[in-house]
């Protein structure tokens, strides 16, 4: 800490780490094992399961968090970006990491993490790691930021490690072909611990399988070719599906909606049978404690609002089947703010099959560096012939489409959701 400077509160606390640590990504290890080393290495006290994909991620998380709590375990989820509140980010039992933690973190270590050169994620995930050792965790579930091979949380040896879904997203730091960023994201396969595959294609499935071989996992589990789902319906409060695995046959029902979720929920369960009896949970156990899961933003339905994270076309095009599934009243109007580096084109193609008008907004707190052009967007709606209006200011963008439709869908981006919540006071913390 700089000498001198007394931070008074957590918000201050948090606005000093942002602007003294190193903006963008960094990729590499070396950074986040100093920290650690410093730490003493708190992310070895506790087993951990560890996730990548291009979506799916957090779903499978707070799948895994609510069928290891039924158990009794305390479970700790390092999950990101966050939707309103940091805290958001590291929970323990449920809790997220209270501000004093945060505060004196920030205290004790910015001068490390400025002498180190860190970026705010991997000060983040070593603050996040240093809390769950010191709150008592008996297991955590991590997911990954970016890739998997050289994301920050990559320095731990999980007992488990899976990739849910490879799609196009983040192509400019992990490829341009989704062999490519499966490659990146396979990076989280461990020598000597179980692989676990979500993949459907099974072109890229096998690629993700040869590299987990590669690399030495001690077990390849697909889980297409594990688990047999069907008859899979999809309604306003969630999702039920007939499920196969082993010797038994159940029906499941996930408060998650989307025809993707009974997918992201045969993923949790394969992961956390493949770290052994004290975590593998049968159907007839999952099928007594789903309704426990939580995970806000996605397709999260409060009163006229619709709230989902969806930030690139593969997302996109899940949520539009999940819109046709539940039908929720029309006219549907999207709240639309998608950042700049994404495909935004091919997202509102996907979108405006499902919805009958955008209105086309600037996010508050989407990152000035990577917002996107609304003139550009809105030519280009035009040359689509779509239904779309450009209301720059947020709060406005947010009145106008209430006023105008019976449901309203926000979606885009973490920032565009988060930012409806905070002004609609829906908080992600009660999911």
């Not at 069928?67 to 809790?95: I, K, W």
């Not at 769950?132 to 990559?154: C, H, K, M, P, Q």
């Not at 998650?256 to 156990?285: I, K, T």
């Not at 950042?339 to 707190?365: N, Y």
Request: one cysteine or more.
């Amino acid at each position: 800490m700089t000498k001198g400077l007394s931070l008074a509160n957590y918000r201050d606390a948090l606005d000093y780490l942002f602007a003294r640590t190193t903006g963008g990504f960094k990729f590499g290890l070396e950074r986040t094992i100093a920290l650690l080393d410093h730490l003493g290495n708190p992310q070895r006290a506790y087993p951990t399961f560890h996730i990548a994909g291009t979506n799916g991620k957090g779903s499978s998380v707070a799948t895994m968090a609510a069928l290891l709590s039924a158990r009794g375990q305390r479970v700790a989820t390092y999950t990101s970006p966050h939707l309103v509140d940091f805290r958001e980010r590291m929970v323990v039992a449920g809790q997220p990491i209270p501000a004093d933690d945060v505060l004196d973190f920030i205290t004790r270590y910015t001068p490390l993490v400025e002498e180190i050169g860190a970026s705010f994620f991997e000060a983040t995930t070593a603050m996040a790691f240093d809390y769950f050792a010191r709150a008592g965790a008996s297991v955590a579930v991590i997911e990954a930021g970016l890739g998997g091979r050289l994301d920050s949380t990559n320095v731990i040896t999980p007992i488990a490690a899976g990739v849910t879904s490879i799609g196009l997203d983040h192509t400019e730091y992990l490829g341009s072909t989704l062999e490519e960023i499966a490659g990146e994201k396979a990076g989280i396969f461990k020598a000597g611990r179980p692989a676990i595959i979500g993949e459907t294609d099974p072109r890229i499935g096998e690629l993700l399988a040869a590299r987990a071989k590669a690399t030495g996992a001690s077990s390849v589990r697909v889980v297409s070719r594990e688990i047999r789902i069907s008859h899979t319906k999809v309604d306003d409060g969630g999702t039920t599906s007939d499920v196969e695995w082993r010797s038994e046959h159940l029906t499941l029902r996930t408060p998650l909606v989307g025809d993707h979720q009974a997918a992201n929920l045969a993923f949790a369960l394969v992961l956390l049978d493949a770290g052994g009896p004290a975590f593998a949970v049968s159907l007839a156990e999952a099928s007594r404690n789903l309704d426990a899961v939580r995970i806000p933003g996605r397709f999260q339905h409060v009163g006229q609002f619709i709230f989902d994270v969806a930030h690139n076309p593969a997302g996109a095009e899940v949520l539009a089947q999940t819109l046709v599934a539940v039908a929720p009243p029309r006219p549907i109007t999207a709240v639309l703010c998608v950042l700049g580096d994404k495909d935004w084109r091919e997202m509102i193609r996907v979108l405006s099959r499902v919805v009958s008008h955008f209105v086309l907004t600037m996010a508050p707190t989407a990152p000035a560096s990577r917002a996107w052009d609304l003139a550009e967007v809105s030519e280009y709606t035009q040359t689509l012939h779509l239904d779309a209006d450009v209301v720059q200011d947020f709060d406005a963008a947010l009145d106008y489409a209430r006023e105008r439709s019976a449901t309203v869908l926000i979606t885009g981006s973490f920032h565009t959701v988060g930012d409806a919540m905070s002004r609609l006071q829906v908080s992600p913390l009660r999911g």
